[in-house]
């Protein structure tokens, strides 16, 4: 039995595979009739299940080749950010941005939309410059930027084929700073809203909801650590983003200088990120629609409250993949880390998306969601295209499963 990181999914595929070398790969994809790639098992939904088998490039050679000419980096997919963050820093360089754990293996981030914070931070998908495949016949297909196929086989969901290895850009490395203030008022939240969300390179607000006023901001500075924050009072000591949570799983905080890949992401890679035992869910909303939205959702706080162990608000740039719940719109994220009752979340799950319908909220592809596959196709306008991609690139289905073939539709 094999389950998600959570241990909410249970897998129901009759074999997981780890093989160590790319032919071994290209064989296992060959014979298989019904075949999904498992990343770091961080979905909470069944988009990795099959009821075939599963395949995991963790085993595959760690690859990552700095490429200083081109400001890029070849990556085999299985290797983890933190990983890959630690080689480049080594080496003198770095990437954009980080999510908040660095435990997600590259592959499976990009594959489902994944991103870290900052108005004017793109997701981690838009920072992929080529993708390489190993398609349902075994063949090795790379695409590239220029390609009429790259913007739907980036945030691909798992559903062309084995991403073996993909391209990144990079940059010369930086440090960061990182602060956190507490007790941001609610009406200063609303009111400057836009104005804190671009006070610092990356700015993360949490909220239990329980009351009017954002609980934490988490701000990470490229440019010397702030002193004051709209009211907010700086925190005396290092925060867990969960009230009552373990300090020391955290990244270093009160505003010392360090390593960007030690202080983007919001947890430790060598302690269990968040809190381990719990359900996500996370929304996409147009960024000038943001406050209504923030209104909405506080409008049901009193249902939110207790089921939720914290809520996380973020920015992220639009970008032009397909898939991407940033695609075509500068985004605001509104991230739910619920207590680990389903039964509960259920229904507070109706509630939320009843209220954020408005405002063309999108669900991360990799987190528990209510939204139906019509609905999702109003909210990605190149859905259909990549239905066509995937008919293309497995015309028989074996990268398919249920949630797959409701969203797309039937393979040829």
């Not at 991103?115 to 838009?126: D, I, Y």
């Not at 020391?248 to 200088?257: A, D, I, K, R």
């Not at 500068?330 to 880390?337: E, I, K, L, M, Y």
């Not at 680990?340 to 405002?359: G, K, S």
Request: contains cysteine; charged residues 20%; aromatic residues 8%.
């Amino acid at each position: 039995m094999i389950t998600n990181w959570a241990g909410n999914v249970t897998y129901a595929a009759r074999a997981v595979h780890r093989p160590s070398t790319l032919d071994e790969l290209r064989a296992l994809v060959t014979r298989a009739d019904r075949v999904r790639p498992l990343g770091t098992g961080h979905s909470f939904n069944r988009l990795a299940d099959t009821s075939g088998e599963l395949i995991s490039p963790a085993a595959l050679p760690a690859l990552m080749e700095i490429d200083s000419a081109g400001h890029q980096i070849r990556v085999s997919g299985g290797v983890r950010y933190g990983e890959l963050s630690q080689h480049l820093w080594t080496n003198g360089y770095a990437l954009g941005n980080l999510a908040s754990l660095p435990h997600i293996s590259v592959a499976g981030a990009v594959s489902t939309g994944t991103h870290g914070s900052g108005a004017g931070n793109r997701s981690l998908s838009a920072e992929v410059t080529a993708v390489e495949i190993v398609t349902a016949d075994g063949s090795i297909v790379e695409v590239s930027e220029g390609d009429d196929r790259f913007p739907g086989s980036v945030v691909a969901l798992g559903a062309l084929g084995v991403v073996s290895a993909l391209t990144l850009r990079i940059s010369p490395a930086y440090e960061v700073s990182q602060s956190v203030f507490e007790n941001l008022p609610g009406p200063v939240a609303r009111a400057h809203f836009a104005e804190i969300m671009r006070s610092a390179y990356s700015v993360s607000l949490f909220t239990s909801w329980t009351g009017e006023d954002v609980d934490q901001v988490w701000v990470k500075s490229v440019n010397g650590a702030p002193t004051e924050l709209f009211g907010a009072m700086p925190a005396d000591g290092p925060r867990h983003p969960i009230p009552g949570g373990p300090a020391e799983w955290c990244t270093p905080q009160l505003g010392v200088p360090g390593p960007w890949h030690e202080r983007l992401p919001h947890f430790r890679l060598e302690f269990t990120p968040s809190h381990g035992d719990e359900l996500q869910s996370e929304y996409f909303v147009p960024a000038d629609r943001a406050v209504e939205a923030l209104d909405a959702v506080a409008a049901i706080r009193g249902h939110i409250a207790p089921v939720l162990l914290i809520a996380e608000i973020r920015a992220i740039a639009a970008d032009e993949l397909w898939l991407s719940p940033s695609s075509g719109r500068d985004t605001v994220a509104f991230h739910f880390t619920w207590k680990p009752d389903a039964a509960a979340v259920q229904p507070v799950l109706a509630r939320l998306e009843d209220r954020l319908a408005p405002y063309a909220a999108r669900p991360h592809w990799g987190k528990v969601h209510r939204t139906p596959p019509e609905r999702l196709a109003e909210l990605y306008p190149r859905l259909g295209d990549f239905a066509a991609l995937t008919r293309d690139l497995d015309p028989r289905g074996k990268f398919r499963n249920d949630l797959l073939d409701s969203l797309l539709g039937p393979s040829l």
